[in-house]
């Protein structure tokens, strides 16, 4: 399989503070990159996916101007929470995929990053 | 709309014993997934399974997939504590030309020694 990492691993920050979280591809040009959060006890959440060189696609109700994401090169997706609250607390995982190429639609996920607001 | 559904959601049983969690979906799908995860770790990839009758073993665990039945199963044999962590299951699905993966809720499994 392909390996995927995020950076970082955790972090905490006071309140409206804004936090960014890079995932990057290590081993293959990512077409695709999909951001996930996921509460305790709880499914994967997808929201939003993005495409090298496009805006991202936000599922419903995820707030664009809060979670912006950059998704400049076949390597590398960011996330940035602006303004970040209490309630943005979470663990946040990425997931790369080369969709339609060597590795089909299948999606390799990284370590994740817990966010946690003060 | 592509519904996903697993159960048990929780299960607790004994090392040595066998069990199945079933994971069924509503609507045709090309690929259907099964990972586990650690408490406070991401997702680690178990089986991808591609098309009716797959069949796949690694350890203990086995997966398999009736795509007539829209039905996957996760077997379990002789569970040892190591397994204990929450399995899920996802599927592909594409809507719109935009591909996304539907997951099931999870199963929280729990092997005692």
Redesign the interface.
């Known amino acids: 399989?392909a390996v995927v990492s995020q950076h970082p691993s955790w972090v905490i920050c006071k309140s409206g503070t804004s936090v960014k979280i890079e995932c990057r591809s290590l081993d293959f040009q990512a077409t695709?990159m999909?951001w996930y959060r996921q509460f305790p006890?709880?499914?994967?959440m997808?929201m939003a996916?993005s495409n090298e060189g496009s805006k991202a696609?936000y599922e419903q109700g995820v707030e664009k101007d809060k979670f912006l994401i950059n998704h400049a090169s076949l390597t590398l997706s960011t996330l940035t929470v602006t303004s970040a609250h209490p309630e943005d607390s979470s663990f946040y995982?990425c997931s790369a995929s080369d969709?339609a190429g060597v590795f089909?639609?299948?999606?390799?996920?990284?370590?994740?990053t817990?966010l946690t607001v003060l | 709309e592509l519904k996903v559904e697993q159960n048990p959601l929780f299960l607790s049983m004994q090392e040595g014993k066998n069990y199945t969690i079933y994971c069924n979906y509503s609507t045709t799908s090309d690929r259907l997934y099964w990972y586990r995860q650690d408490p406070g770790k991401s997702l680690e990839s178990l089986f991808v399974l591609l098309s009716n009758g797959a069949v796949k073993q690694e350890g203990r665990l086995m997966a398999s997939l009736d795509t007539k039945a829209r039905l996957s199963t996760l077997h379990i044999t002789a569970a040892v504590h190591d397994l204990s962590a929450t399995y899920f299951c996802a599927v592909d699905n594409v809507m719109d030309s935009n591909y996304q993966l539907i997951w099931g809720a999870g199963t929280k499994l729990i092997i005692k020694p």
Do not use: C
């Not at chain 1, 006890?41 to 994967?44: C, N, V, Y």
């Not at chain 1, 089909?104 to 994740?112: A, K, L």
């Open positions: 399989g695709t999909f006890k709880q499914s994967l997808l996916t696609t995982i969709l089909y639609n299948e999606q390799f996920f990284g370590p994740g817990r």
